[in-house]
């Protein structure tokens, strides 16, 4: 029996929308990783890039327990703080990882049973696993494409 190809492919392309963040974070020194970008903004997740870091992952992990709560594995809320661009290399990569160990029981299952999941995410949306899948992916492109315009910034 083979993966479901519909998951093969979205871990694939979750997996592949980290490679320009894991490359811009092993490119920026310490200082920038650390510098306030945003500080005004409300959320203090998105002042710095190490925030935005730290965000990224804990959301990948909450993703990741949405999904394994499907087959009725614990929940593991991320609270590791990220002091350096290599700490969250590292820890973007551990994120992915459990990703793929909280699909282990729906790795084999048909598309038909997959849609027939249904999750009511913490901020109101109402997702199937693709759908959930696919908006892990689209977050870390937008903060992708966030962290390199702070990189711009002075």
């Known amino acids: 029996m083979k993966k479901n190809s519909s998951l093969v492919a979205?871990?694939?392309?979750?997996?592949r929308a980290t490679v320009d963040y894991l490359y811009l974070l092993s490119q920026m020194s310490i200082e920038e990783f650390l510098a306030l970008k945003d500080?005004?903004?409300?959320?203090?997740d998105c002042r710095s890039i190490q925030g935005v870091?730290?965000?990224?992952?804990?959301?990948?992990y909450t993703y990741a327990?949405?999904?394994?709560?499907?087959?009725?594995?614990?929940?593991?809320?991320?609270r590791t703080p990220i002091e350096s661009p290599s700490i969250g290399i590292t820890n973007i990569e551990q994120m992915?990882?459990?990703?793929?160990?909280m699909l282990d029981p729906l790795w084999y299952q048909e598309d038909e049973q997959l849609a027939t999941y249904?999750?009511?995410?913490?901020?109101?949306?109402?997702?199937?696993?693709?759908?959930?899948?696919?908006?892990?992916?689209v977050h870390i492109l937008r903060h992708r494409r966030q962290v390199e315009r702070f990189l711009t910034i002075g």
């Open 118 to 137: 249904s999750i009511l995410a913490r901020w109101g949306v109402q997702y199937d696993l693709e759908q959930l899948l696919e908006h892990a992916i």
């Open 53 to 60: 870091t730290f965000h990224v992952i804990q959301s990948g």
């Open 39 to 44: 500080p005004h903004t409300p959320d203090p």
């Open 65 to 78: 327990n949405y999904i394994g709560s499907l087959s009725g594995q614990a929940w593991h809320e991320y």
């Open 96 to 101: 992915l990882d459990y990703t793929d160990q």
């Open 10 to 15: 979205l871990m694939g392309e979750y997996r």
